[in-house]
Each structure stands twice: as C-alpha cells, then as structure tokens.
C-alpha cells in the first residue's frame, strides 16, 4: 500500500506492544506460541483455526495462493538493498556448511547477525531502518568463507572469493556506507540517503520531477506512477525499469503467475476469477492501469470466503512514498468475528457525517465500504516475519471514492500477539495506578481491537481531497499525516455514544482504556524502539507521538494530560478524559485539512514540531525500565506449513496445516524452496 492511504498498519498498537491485559484461554495452553527470543525480537507462532472446516476446494485455493505468496520473498530482499541477497546467500552457505567451531562467540554473534536478517528481509532494522553492526571482525568473516567450498558461495562468473569481500565487506561493516534504508531525515537527499533499491543513481529532484511531468492534474483516475519500477539513470538517462514478466524480477513473478493460475483454476466465484485474471494480466504486462482493474475487480468482489493480497503494495520503504514493496497475504472470513466490523461498516455514512472535520471536506456519499475480521493463512513479502494486524486497501483515492474500500483486521495474529504477552509485567511497571490497570485489564483487548477496527474500516476511507489536490503532494510526511488521521478517527469515535449504542461497547467508560494506552505508548512507552540518541522516523511512530504531544501541550494549562513522577518514575496521568476527546476531535480537523489542501507546509511544521524529536532524558529512564523487564520490544512469525496430499492420478484430496517448523529451518527452506532471484538484479 501506498503512504498516502496506507493500507497496512505496520505495528503492534500499544495494546499489543503492552500486553498488560492479556487473557488466557485454556483451549490454548497446548499451543506453543512462543519460538525462540533474540536481539530485540521475538519469535511466535499463529494458528489458523478454521481451516479444517474449508472444503476441499476451497483448501486447494488457499494452498496455491499461499504459494504464490512465497515466491515473492526474494524481491523484497532485493528491493530493501542492492545486496541484500548476495550477503543473506553468502551467510545461509557459511551458517550450513562451515565446519568449524560454531560455540565461539563470534561464530554465535555471525548467527544472531543472520537471523536478524532474516526478519528484516535485509541489513537494516525492519522498523528503524538503521544498518544492523555485527558483532564479528571482518577478518573472523573471510577466515569461514574461505573454509568453505566456493560452489555453495554466491559468486559471479568469474568471481574470486576476494573480490566478493571486496564488494560486500564495505556494506556490511563500514557504517558510513548505506546507513539507513529509509531516511526521512529533514533538509537530507532523502533518495542519496536511502539504501533501499528504488532508485539507482538518481537524486530526490530528480525523481520528484520525473514523475511531476507525467502527471495531468485534470486526470481524474490517475494511475498510482511509479507504485512497480526502479527508477535508473542510464547513460544520463533517467527511465523506469518496470517489475513484470519480462523485465525486472522476472524468474519470481512468473513462479507467482504459475501458482496464481492454478488459483484461478479453482476459484470460489466468476468474481474471484476475475481478481485473479486481472492480476495475471497486471504481472504479464506491468501496466498500471491494469494494476487499477485489478484493485477494482477485488473492492468489488466481497462475496469470497477466501480473499488475498498479492503485490507491489506498501510504500513506506520508499522515501519518497510512491514505490510499492512486495507483499502477499493469503486469509479467510471470521464470520463471528466480523459481526463486530459489519456494524462498522453499515454505519459509515453517519460516522463521515459526524466527524469534526470541515463540512467541505467531507464525503457527501460513502460508498462500498466493507469490513471483515480475517484468519491469516499464510504471511509473506513485507508481512513476513512483521505483520500487521489490519489492513485498509486500496490506496488511489479516486477508486475509493468511486468504488469504495476493503478492510480487515487480522484476528488470529492479534489473538497469537495477546496470547504470547499475557503476564508479561508490562503494565505493572508502565501503568500509573491501579485504577487504570483494572480498566485495561476489563475493556482493553475490546478497545484495541475496536480501534483498529475503526481506523482500518472508517479512518482511511474518511473525507476527501479537494478537486486538483495532488495526492503527493505531502511527499515524505503524507505517511504520518494519513495514519494520524485515521488514528485519530478511530480515537474521537471510541468515546461516542453511539458505539455503546451499536453494541460495539459494553460502557460508556469502556473509550478511556484505549485513550489511556494510546497517550501511554505515543508520550513513553513506545521509545523502547528507538536507540539512544536517534529521533523518531517511522512513519507510525511519529503519527502516534505527534498526536500524544500535542494533545498533552494543548491541554498543558488545564492538566488534561500529565507526566508525572511516582517513585522516581514518570508515569502518564489523563486527569479529564473528555477534554481529551475534544483535543482529538480539534486534531483531526486540522490533520484533515492539511490532507484535504496537500498543504506540504503545514504537514512540514506539524511533523517537525511534535513528532520528530525525542526527550533523551525521558528516552534513557523507559530503556533502563523497559530492560529490566527482559522483553522483547517487536514481534513476528513463522508460518505454518500447508502439506497437499496427492492421489495416485496427481489430483490433490487433502491439504493438512502443520506449525511444527522452527525459525531458522524455516528461513533456510524458504531460501531452499523460493529463491529464483541472481544475487544482484540489474
């Protein structure tokens, strides 16, 4: 998804990163969730319950889709570095062949080095985006790849090992070379500055101007420029080397084209046919005005029980927020669940004319909004091993206004993130009194769902950009700008009485366990992802910290909103809930009208002056807490393996789900198994 409508909430929300109101349900305690724990990640498991109840065909789809979905990996490999993929090869050969002492410390911290990469489908940190620094010499890294046989290296025809250190070695020890894959410091080159494999040889003007004259400001239904290519520039000439059949990525998207054919060839309905049509002819020709029927095709398809996202999606590993990573979700319809997210959506004409927001930026008619819990079957691409846990689709806002919208929250993974925190001490040591730890503990897991709910389902697909606006216009802060809208959305509406009206809360006071552990997240607690001394650049973060500090410097001189000390501890303190209610609805009015008027200005100055900078006095005493507490600050997953088993004829009769695969073995697989990509795509 793209940063402007942002499909993806790629974070754990703070009810989740808190887990200081988690359940246990007993029908679970034979389920290991938890796979293993290192550096500041830790491993889970998810089930997919349901899946025995799907039919034969049904199971079938849900396998060749899954499929589809892993062949994908090694482009976002590829599109998070230029050499992402020759040091994970170069790595994955010494961790399986060397023979040596593996006990050492260093051979120890080289594997800590490849798990982590692993997990952030590159060298840099998957949410910081900072280039990780091993914890081994250079020369320990040559003494074991010249203890292995050079067949297993990732070498060029031609290649000595030597001249693969020589090109490597720089990338992955000097820390002055590709030190950030995203970089959204301000005033920077942020495209020179970015390690990731968008843009080759290109400056950030030069790109801004590119796609600037391929625009037509009169163009109603403009396609989404630049969402599926590298820009390049080539013998001074700046040109798009398109991600299709034939051209960039090739071996891995006709691998997918083969599984989402077989896909096809088992569709639940003419509607999903066509999705999955449209989508093959999207990958044959690279044509995004394919890419729109497509999206089209999948709004309008809301009868299928199993549903997917398979793509150029997400934008936020470009600086620049116009090129898609690849990503792939395959899942099907908790139809119990979703109860809760169909009253959502039936009710999303009153929510749009309610909102706080200016009359004139508001949609006179909100069409098409549909809204489901989902069963993730399988993760992959920019969802794997971090996912998320909703999803709002598609980006364009044209096709949202004309043909509406699809949403989700994941409720196996919010179900696995809940069951794997419970009892982890967060609360006790964050939480200000007991009195908010009762009211987390009783409304907040409902609330955190519920606010997901209403920032995938209704925040995004809310208001409008006045005619002529350009939807880039915003540039690298349209992300924190879009998700601080739909966060603040979800946030104004979760104290309303009409969600205790809709049923969708049990009390009136159920609104203040979410307010209390958004502010708690955004003004502290969420700075156990930043290392000391960095400021804050993800796009999340800064849409969560923004909204916290102004909400506790708006309200400063009535003490809506303290930090307090108790104990030598600083604790946020909420002293008027409903005054904070009022700070979020004045908040999404202005946030509004900067998206509405793509005022790059005001956007600028908000981002800058609230969520940007961090208190390194504050930041030092939530590390020094936060460590004590031996947790691990982000989480992902394996996933579960889909066996088909095959009659004597070829013809599939069952299709089995196992979660018995570990960490490494499955990393090592997917390497093994969906890996058609050269080591450097050029």
């Avoid at 490999?77 to 023979?99: S, T, V």
Wanted: proline fraction near 3%; hydrophobic fraction near 35%; glycine fraction near 6%.
């Amino acid at each position: 998804m793209r940063k402007r409508n942002l499909l993806l909430i790629f974070v754990v929300l703070s009810f989740v990163l808190a887990g200081c109101n988690k359940k246990n349900n007993t029908d679970d305690q034979n389920f290991n969730y938890a796979v293993e724990k290192f550096a500041d990640l830790q491993i889970l498991r998810y089930k997919v319950p349901g899946f025995e109840n799907l039919d034969l065909k049904q199971k079938e789809l849900v396998y060749y889709l899954s499929q589809a979905a892993l062949e994908g990996r090694d482009i976002l490999f590829d599109q998070n570095g230029k050499y992402n993929l020759r040091i994970r090869r170069m790595l994955e050969a010494i961790y399986e062949n060397y023979q040596g002492d593996r006990n050492s410390d260093e051979f120890k911290q080289l594997e800590l080095y490849l798990k982590r990469i692993w997990f952030a489908n590159g060298i840099h940190h998957h949410y910081g985006c900072e280039k990780f620094i091993p914890g081994f010499s250079p020369e320990y890294l040559k003494t074991l790849i010249l203890n292995i046989d050079t067949i297993n290296l990732p070498l060029k025809k031609g290649e000595s090992v030597s001249e693969l250190c020589s090109e490597v070695f720089p990338v992955i020890f000097d820390p002055n070379v590709m030190p950030k894959r995203v970089n959204q410091v301000d005033g920077a080159d942020l495209v020179l500055t970015s390690a990731c494999n968008y843009y080759d040889g290109i400056t950030q003007d030069e790109a801004e101007a590119f796609y600037a004259q391929l625009k037509d400001p009169n163009d109603k239904t403009p396609v989404s420029h630049g969402l599926n290519s590298r820009l390049v520039k080539e013998n001074g000439i700046i040109k798009e080397k398109v991600w299709k059949v034939g051209g960039l990525y090739s071996p891995a998207i006709e691998k997918i084209v083969y599984w989402l054919r077989k896909a096809e060839g088992v569709a639940e309905n003419e509607k999903q046919k066509e999705v999955i049509s449209n989508l093959i002819a999207y990958y044959e020709s690279g044509d995004l005005s394919k890419f729109d029927e497509y999206v089209i095709s999948w709004v309008n398809d809301t009868d299928s029980h199993i549903d997917f996202v398979n793509g150029f999606t997400e934008s936020y590993g470009d600086p620049l927020g116009m090129k898609a990573s690849w990503e792939s979700l395959v899942n099907f319809k908790d139809l119990e669940a979703t109860k809760r997210t169909q009253t959502i959506s039936d009710n999303a004409q009153w929510f749009e004319d309610n909102s706080p927001i200016d009359d004139k930026f508001k949609k006179s008619e909100v069409k098409g909004v549909t809204a489901k819990v989902i069963t993730a079957a399988i993760l992959a691409g920019d969802l794997y091993p971090a996912t998320a846990i909703g999803i709002n689709l598609p980006n364009a806002n044209w096709i949202r206004a004309e043909h509406g919208s699809k949403s989700v929250t994941i409720g196996n993974i919010t179900d696995a993130y809940n069951k794997a925190s419970h009892g982890n001490g967060f609360g006790d040591e964050f939480i200000y009194s007991e009195e908010e730890k009762a009211l987390i503990d009783q409304y907040g897991d409902l609330t955190g769902d519920l606010h997901t709910d209403l920032h995938e389902c209704l925040g995004h697909g809310s208001g409008k950009l006045l005619d002529g606006v350009d939807p880039d216009a915003l540039k690298a802060y349209g992300a924190t700008i879009e998700e601080a809208r739909a966060d603040l959305f979800g946030l104004y509406y979760m104290a309303d009485p009409k969600l205790v009206e809709l049923g969708l809360l049990p009390s009136q006071d159920a609104y203040k366990a979410e307010y209390y552990n958004f502010l708690m997240n955004g003004l502290m607690t969420q700075l156990v992802r930043i290392e000391q001394g960095n400021i804050i650049e993800e796009s999340h973060m800064r849409n969560r910290q923004l909204i916290a500090r102004w909400v506790l410097e708006k309200g400063a001189d009535d003490k809506i909103v303290e930090l307090k000390q108790k104990d030598g501890k600083t604790y946020v303190v909420v002293n008027d809930y409903v005054k904070v209610r009022e700070l979020f609805g004045q908040l999404l009015s202005e946030i509004q009208a900067i998206k509405s008027t793509g005022d790059h200005a005001a956007a600028r100055e908000i981002v800058e002056n609230y969520a940007v900078k961090v208190d390194p006095q504050l930041h030092e005493e939530i590390l020094e807490r936060y460590k004590k507490l031996n947790l691990a600050p982000y989480k992902g997953f394996v996933n579960p393996i889909y066996e088909a088993i095959v009659d004597d004829n070829g013809e599939i009769t069952d299709v089995l789900v196992t979660y018995n695969e570990g960490y490494a073995e499955q990393m090592l697989r997917y390497s093994k198994e969906y890996s058609s990509l050269p080591s450097i795509n050029e």
